[in-house]
């Protein structure tokens, strides 16, 4: 499991530079004015730092770059890392700059001197948010000496306080990112609930559903996905309640298909690897009440997740099959391998009727239409309610993750319709990413707010992103925070 690298606060003081050890970063301005403590290492170093400024790589340098000068002069450290800001700038581009620096010091022993730099809470969460490295199942290397950072501002208290709760999303993000990344072999349902469950400690009620309370409710076409695999299928509730008590929650229902083999409906085999990252959804809902938890949100919000796993067996679900859902209506099965939508509409349904919520919003990886559409960087938007829909797509932009809002209407609805079911599970190759969303909206009661994030194309990607190494980005986690905080916390 990833752990943050400890981040410390403390008092600014440029004369004790000469001294530090580790990685010491300071702050130029993109047009060459070094601050105080970047005087000082310039004096320290013999003037390096101004060599560096009227040198043709500084000019080049963006805002946000990090220039590494190694073993300077005059210092102890091994690294003076000069970081190009300008005075004034947005929360994003402190946070990309944060980023850069903690790539660069990949979790060894670094001092930042923050001094009076604004949007250093930003940068700290840039650094936190890139701290990070999944290598659980790599052998140990040699001697990992335990790094740490140290922020040195001039108001250091205040920072710290400042930093509390982004820091506490920037872990929910990483539990996000650990339980993508995470192989199937060890991340089954039942792994997953019980990490899930681990989260009584900071203060979340959960509750695991098994399959015989599921069969109970009437969830059969969940149960009908995971009844192929060996792993049993569950759904996982957890409630933050820390808004008034008895105001309807904010529902977070996430898909969390731990592997999706396509069933019957077999999958190719290239590639099929990726399909670990197909509990994503499941993943953002679980790292957002995390994050909810150690901030302690003045909010009610409840995450529900569909654990199961999508395997073809002598027991699996056939395509013809037909079942009924836990809402009475039956969908006949044409692909088994179109299963998110089967697991979600039962838990879509059981949180509506169980937690009357205020609103609804479930994040699935759950077609590839969605990745032919909009690529890997924004996630597909669906929202029958445009004030809330509007809300989510602010708050995603103002944290940086992309989100862009598709389509719904009824002559999509129409593709799903069945000769001899209520309807079925998939609606053909045209707007594959929006009859998705249509048959979700066939569970969603009439007036209740709702948006369905389809993230097959953010959650895990190839390369690095600004915030993560390549594999799962944890997308999402920021944007439902600030829309909790935004739109349902109190004050
Ligand atoms: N989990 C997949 C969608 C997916 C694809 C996620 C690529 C991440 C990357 C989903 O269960 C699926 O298989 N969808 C099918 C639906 C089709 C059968 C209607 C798809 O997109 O091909
Ligand atoms: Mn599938
Ligand atoms: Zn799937």
Known sequence: MSSLTPIRFADYDPKAMAEMTGRVAVLVTPEGSM?????????????????????????????????????????????????????????????QAGAKLAK???????TVMAGSMNKAADLTLGMALRDYTFDDHKSPKEETSGGEVVVTS???????????????????VHMTRDLVNEPANVLTTTEFARRIEEMKEIGLEVEILEEAELEKLGMR???SVGQGSD????????????????????????????????????????????????????????????ALALRKAKANVV???????????????????????????TVEIINTDAEGRLVLCDVLWYAQERFKPAGVIDLATLTGAVIIGLGHENAGVFSNDDDLCNAFLKAAKSEDEGAWRMPLGQAYDDQLKSRIAD??????????????????QRFI????????????????????????????????????NRLVADKFEAE
């Not at 008895?246 to 085999?269: E, H, M, R």
């Not at 309807?423 to 979700?440: C, D, E, H, W």
């Open 423 to 440: 309807m079925k599970n998939v609606g053909g190759r045209p707007a594959g990413s929006i009859t998705a969303a249509q048959f979700l």
């Open 35 to 95: 601050d105080q403590a970047a005087r000082s290492a310039n004096r320290m170093a013999k003037g390096g730092i101004a060599r560096l400024i009227e040198s043709d790589g500084f000019k080049k340098a963006k805002a946000g770059d990090v220039i590494s000068l190694n073993w300077p002069a005059g210092m102890q450290a091994e690294a003076l890392d000069v970081l190009v800001l300008p005075r004034k700038l947005t929360p994003v581009e402190a946070r």
């Open 231 to 290: 792993s049993p299928s569950k759904v996982a509730v957890m409630q933050w309640q820390g808004g008034d008590e008895g105001a309807a929650p904010l529902a977070l229902v996430g898909k969390g298909v731990v592997f999706d083999t396509g069933g019957i409906s077999l999958k190719p085999a290239a590639g099929m690897e990726d399909m670990t990252m197909d509990m994503g959804g499941a993943g953002v809902v679980t790292g957002t009440m995390k």
């Open 303 to 329: 995450g529900l997740v569909g654990l199961v796993e999508n395997m073809p067996s002598g027991n699996a679900t056939r395509p013809g099959d037909v079942v009924k859902s836990m809402k009475g209506d």
């Open 154 to 172: 001039k108001t250091p208290a205040d920072l710290e306080a400042a930093c509390a709760p982004l820091l506490a999303l920037a872990e929910g």
């Open 445 to 480: 009661q009439d007036g209740m707010p709702w948006i369905h994030l389809d993230i097959a194309g953010v959650a895990s990607v190839k390369s690095d992103t600004s915030y993560a190494p390549k594999g799962a980005t944890g997308w999402g986690v920021m944007a439902l």
């Open 104 to 110: 660069v010091a990949a979790g060894k022993r670094l």
């Open 221 to 223: 076409t969940l149960l």
